[in-house]
């Protein structure tokens, strides 16, 4: 980051207030200084941290789940992600396992697609996005609370799906975008 635009636009805490201390979500409400001098209220969500993989096959199809979620009251196409174990856990080994345990499948072959910050206005959760290939099917071992169909779908009808409005989960819209242009340019 540029160091003339964080002294410009940068907020340095105040105070911290923890609000809320649940297993997956810890609220807080911190008191900044502004740039002008002036202080103000964030509310935030600090978050351990999660990982997405987009598993394409050899035909070009990529393994996608079909969940039910809550919060929104429907069921709804993702790629296979999960949250970290703890904040140190490696983020390969991480979707390593969360893409064998929800969908039964291993890779050889593992791309980086970099950070993706899902709501950076008021939460630090940070998603490290993979591309896999290379795959094997072997069985899934999914968490007793968890419940979910696998489809495999392909790729380019995806891109179709996220531009018309029918793909909404936004990890999934932009993993896929990157995905489908490293393929495209033959990465």
Request: net charge negative; with cysteine; glycine share 6%.
């Amino acid at each position: 980051m540029n160091t003339e635009e964080l002294r410009q636009l940068g907020e340095e805490k105040i105070t911290s207030e923890d609000i809320f201390d649940g297993e997956v979500l810890h609220v807080k409400k911190d008191i900044v200084r502004l740039p002008n001098g002036n202080s103000a209220g964030r509310e935030l969500i600090r978050h351990i941290g999660a990982v997405c993989v987009v598993p394409v096959t050899e035909d070009g199809c990529v393994i996608m789940e079909r969940q039910f979620r809550y919060p929104i009251n429907m069921v709804i196409t993702e790629i296979p992600a999960g949250k970290l174990d703890s904040s140190d856990e490696d983020r390969l080994e991480a979707i390593k396992r969360e893409l064998r345990e929800e969908t039964g499948y291993e890779a050889q072959d593992w791309v980086d697609m970099g950070l993706y910050y899902p709501a950076p206005a008021y939460s630090d959760e940070k998603i490290t996005m993979y591309l896999a290939r290379k795959l094997t099917k072997g069985s899934r071992s999914l968490d007793e609370d968890e419940f979910l169909n696998i489809v495999k779908i392909p790729i380019k009808d995806l891109v179709d799906d996220i531009m018309s409005g029918v793909i909404t989960d936004g990890k999934t819209q932009v993993a896929i975008l990157k995905a489908a242009k490293l393929i495209e340019y033959g990465v």
